[in-house]
């Protein structure tokens, strides 16, 4: 969030601000990340290079570190700045009410009541209702078209995202009976809806639905359509995991699946147009992570943080697995594999977030970094941890690369490098990588446990 304030800031400036040029100096010319405290320094002064500026924060509530969201919101209300004008917006949560209190007014606090959004909501129902092609059939009878609204509008107590849903179903309504019966039963909360969309999902595609559900819930990016394509082709139960037979030949059939569960959000690049498959609200995820799903029809889709970042990263070791020999490694070998980019960047950022002493997962990676099969030389050509902003490199050999032991230390992967130690027999003082060792690598990242297995190795 800080970071986007002042890319979108600076970008607006005459020139570079003094301040975020000093912080790229300091930092190695953008070598190393800076701390949070220099970026909201670089942040206030940015701010105060405008006679006014406006900056509007949407969406408190669906911050996954609320904790430290609102301490960078009351430091910047401390600063005090005339030409600073802030707005942000939340559902009405605790944490954050408690903590906005202390510093807005109340007089400058704006509870937006049902009631007011629900003339929006009445908008956007008779434009849908004029407009989309599924449900034209109802536009020439005045009393069905009454009949919606009034079913629609009484039902979603301001809440948006429940009538979009609701809309969803009556769009595959194909005469006045069952349109009448699904007004008759629309469900009263959106997690009642949620669970109704996840219980019509064909039985046939159930499995593919859970996959793409997890990785839409736990990405660490926003996946393109193409990877989502492959995602549905990883099964971490069998081996080899992925099945490119079942990769999707028609991308877009994701919608199908997922129903109104996903979105598809289509950018515009300088040379390319991109299709991003999100979850299609912050609230789908809060559903299917929440205990009420457990008690619900549809429990089978329940997920939680922990298991689902194991799963995306056993998903993604297995991809890579696939990229095995040590020959030549070509740019149209990555053009073909759409996950492999993804698999190879985040692979570790989801071991870190999964269980430890997780055995299977332990075991994959283990196969990964053998030096034997190429797939540990391969995956070092698509993405390089110590120039993680530098793209491939498909000429590395694997004298060029650093050993699994420096990567599992740099990582702090400590159950990775006890066996690489204890069973792989690794050089514990093995040279290569940015940091030169092992135990520098596991130094930078202050990974305790590491550092003292690596000592007790014999770590000079």
């Known amino acids: 969030m800080v970071r986007s304030l002042i890319c979108g800031l600076s970008q607006q400036c005459v020139k570079i601000p003094t301040s975020l040029e000093h912080l790229f100096s300091s ?18 002064h940015t701010i105060q290079e405008f006679p006014q500026s406006y900056i509007i924060l949407d969406a408190l509530d669906e911050c996954t570190d609320r904790a430290e969201l609102t301490a960078i919101l009351e430091r910047m209300a401390g600063w005090k700045l005339d030409e600073s004008h802030l707005l942000v917006t939340s559902r009405k949560e605790h944490d954050i009410q408690r903590s906005l209190e202390s510093i807005i007014d109340t007089q400058n606090t704006i509870c937006l009541e049902s009631e007011l959004v629900d003339r929006d909501i009445l ?21 069905i078209r009454e009949e919606i609204e009034s079913a629609l509008i009484k039902g979603a107590h301001g809440m948006f995202r429940w009538t979009t849903c609701q809309i969803e179903t009556l769009r595959k309504c194909r005469n006045r009976m069952a349109l009448r019966k699904a007004l008759k039963t629309l469900p009263q909360t959106l997690g009642e809806t949620y669970e109704r969309i996840l219980c019509a999902i064909n039985e046939d595609d159930s499995d593919y639905a859970i996959r793409i559900l997890r990785w839409l819930a736990f990405c660490r990016r926003p996946l393109l359509i193409e990877e989502i394509a492959e995602v549905i082709a990883i099964d971490v139960e069998r081996n080899p995991a992925f099945n ?48 009420k799903i457990l008690h619900s029809r549809a429990a089978q889709y329940s997920i939680q943080g922990i298991a689902c970042n194991k799963f995306i990263a056993m998903g993604c070791i297995s991809y890579l697995l696939r990229f095995q020999g040590s020959g030549p490694f070509l740019d149209a070998t990555i053009q073909e594999s759409k996950l492999a980019l993804y698999a190879a960047r985040f692979w570790i950022t989801h071991t870190q977030a999964a269980t430890q002493n997780a055995e299977d997962l332990n075991r994959l990676i283990m196969e990964l970094f053998s030096t034997e099969n190429g797939a540990y030389l391969n995956w070092s050509r698509i993405y390089d941890l110590d120039w993680d902003w530098e793209g491939p490199d498909f000429d590395r050999t694997l004298a060029e690369v650093p050993a699994p032991l420096y990567i599992a230390s740099l990582s702090g992967l400590a159950e990775i490098a006890d066996l690489l130690l204890f069973k792989a027999r690794a050089d514990v003082n093995a040279q290569g990588g940015m940091f030169g060792t092992p135990l520098q690598a596991a130094s930078i990242g202050g990974h305790d446990r590491i550092i003292e297995l690596l000592l007790n190795r014999g770590a000079s």
């Open 123 to 143: 908008t956007y129902v008779r434009h849908t209702l004029s407009t989309d092609k599924s449900l034209s059939k109802w536009q020439k009878d005045p009393t």
């Open 27 to 44: 930092c190695e010319n953008g070598q190393r990340q800076p701390p949070l405290d220099s970026l909201l320094e670089v942040l206030r």
């Open 244 to 291: 490119n037979d079942e990769v999707l030949e028609d991308p877009l059939e994701v919608l199908s699946i997922c129903s109104s569960l996903v979105t598809i959000t289509v950018t515009e690049g300088y040379l390319s147009t991109k299709r991003i498959v999100t979850l299609a609200h912050y609230s789908v995820k809060e559903y299917l992570t929440t205990e």
